[in-house]
C-alpha cells in the first residue's frame, strides 16, 4: 500500500506534500538490490532517506545516493534523466553519474548513482566569477550529445502549451486582483525574442547546486534539462544569488530575458500542479501562494 508523505523540510520551512511514497517493503527491496550492484550498505540502519521529490526519493550511505521513481509513470522519466546526466562530458564539477545498473522490483526502478558531496549556497549572494563559470560550463555542452534524452523544454508547467496552460487554467484560479500581474507576466514571457537554444538545466540552484570551498562541487536533479533560452538558468541563478550578483555574472540581454522568466514563477507552480494532476490541497497552497506574492 502506498502512503502519503505529508511534510517535508525546505529551507526554514515545512511544507505539506502529499507525495506518494511507495510500499515501504518494496522500497526496502530495490533500494537493497540498487546497493548491492552499486558497492553500498546494506544496513538499513546507515540510510539516510530523502523524501523531499515529487517524482523520486532517495537513499543516501556511503558514497552511494540511490534514486528511485514514486509511481510507474515517473520510471520513465527516472531513467531517461539518467541516461541523460551519462552521456553529459565531464564538467568542471560532478555529476550523479551511474554506479551501476538500473535494477527493477515491480513497479519500482533504483539507479544507484555517485553520491555528490558538498552544500547549498546561501541565498542573496555569490561570486560572480563562480557563477558565470557554472552557467558557461551548463550552456556550453553540445546539444547532439544529450539531445535524445532532453526533456520538452518548459515540460514544468506545460511543455509546448505552457502559454495555454497559464493563461487559459492556472491564471483564472487567482484572484480578480492577481490575474492582470499574473497575465502580463506571461504575455511579457511569450513574447520574448528567440534566442539559440542552450542545454539548460531548469532549476540551477538551491538544493540543485553544491558548493565547497567558495567553488561549485557539484549539480544535481537533471529532470528538466532541456534545449531552450539559457535564461532560464539565468533566472534560477538570479533568484537564488540576487540580481546583483547574476549581472555582474554575465550580459544586460539575458538578465532582463531571465527576469521575465522569474516573474512567472509562482504562477509556473499551478501550472506544476496542473499539468501533473497534484493533489488538490497542494494546487490549493500553490494558488494561495500566487495571490500572496502577486499582490505583495
Not at 215 to 230: F, G, I, K, Q, T
Not at 261 to 278: E, H, K, M
Request: contains cysteine.
Amino acid at each position: 500500500m502506498a502512503i502519503r508523505v505529508r511534510a517535508v523540510l525546505y529551507g526554514r520551512h515545512v511544507i505539506e506534500t502529499g507525495f506518494v511514497r511507495p510500499d515501504d517493503e518494496l522500497l526496502r527491496e530495490v533500494v537493497s538490490c540498487a546497493l548491492d550492484a552499486s558497492g553500498g550498505s546494506l544496513d538499513p540502519a546507515r540510510w539516510t532517506w530523502v523524501d523531499h521529490g515529487s517524482a523520486n526519493l532517495v537513499v543516501l550511505v556511503d558514497d552511494v545516493a540511490v534514486r528511485v521513481n514514486r509511481s510507474g509513470k515517473s520510471a520513465l522519466e527516472l531513467l531517461r534523466t539518467q541516461r541523460l546526466v551519462d552521456r553529459i562530458p565531464e564538467l568542471p564539477f560532478a555529476l550523479p553519474r551511474s554506479l551501476a545498473e538500473p535494477v527493477r522490483v515491480g513497479d519500482l526502478v533504483a539507479i544507484g548513482q555517485q553520491r555528490l558531496h558538498g552544500a547549498p549556497h546561501p541565498s542573496g549572494d555569490g561570486d560572480p566569477r563562480r557563477l558565470r563559470l557554472l552557467l558557461d560550463a551548463v550552456h556550453s555542452v553540445p546539444l547532439e550529445a544529450v539531445g535524445e534524452d532532453l526533456a520538452p523544454a518548459r515540460s514544468f508547467m506545460g511543455g509546448s502549451r505552457w502559454f495555454e496552460v497559464m493563461t487559459e487554467q492556472a491564471i483564472p484560479m487567482l484572484t480578480p486582483k492577481a490575474r492582470g500581474k499574473a497575465r502580463a507576466a506571461a504575455d511579457r514571457l511569450a513574447t520574448l525574442p528567440s534566442v539559440e537554444g542552450a542545454l539548460v538545466h531548469g532549476d540551477l540552484a538551491g538544493a540543485n547546486v553544491l558548493w565547497k570551498r567558495g567553488r561549485v562541487s557539484a549539480v544535481l536533479d537533471w529532470d528538466l534539462a532541456s534545449a531552450d533560452d539559457p535564461a532560464e538558468d539565468v533566472a534560477a541563478v538570479g533568484t537564488w544569488h540576487g540580481w546583483e550578483s547574476v549581472a555582474r555574472a554575465t550580459n544586460t540581454g539575458i538578465v532582463e530575458r531571465a527576469k521575465a522568466f522569474a516573474a512567472t514563477y509562482s504562477v509556473q507552480l499551478i501550472c506544476f500542479a496542473i499539468v501533473n494532476a497534484r493533489p488538490g490541497d497542494e494546487l490549493d497552497r500553490a494558488i494561495q501562494r500566487d495571490n500572496t506574492n502577486l499582490l505583495a
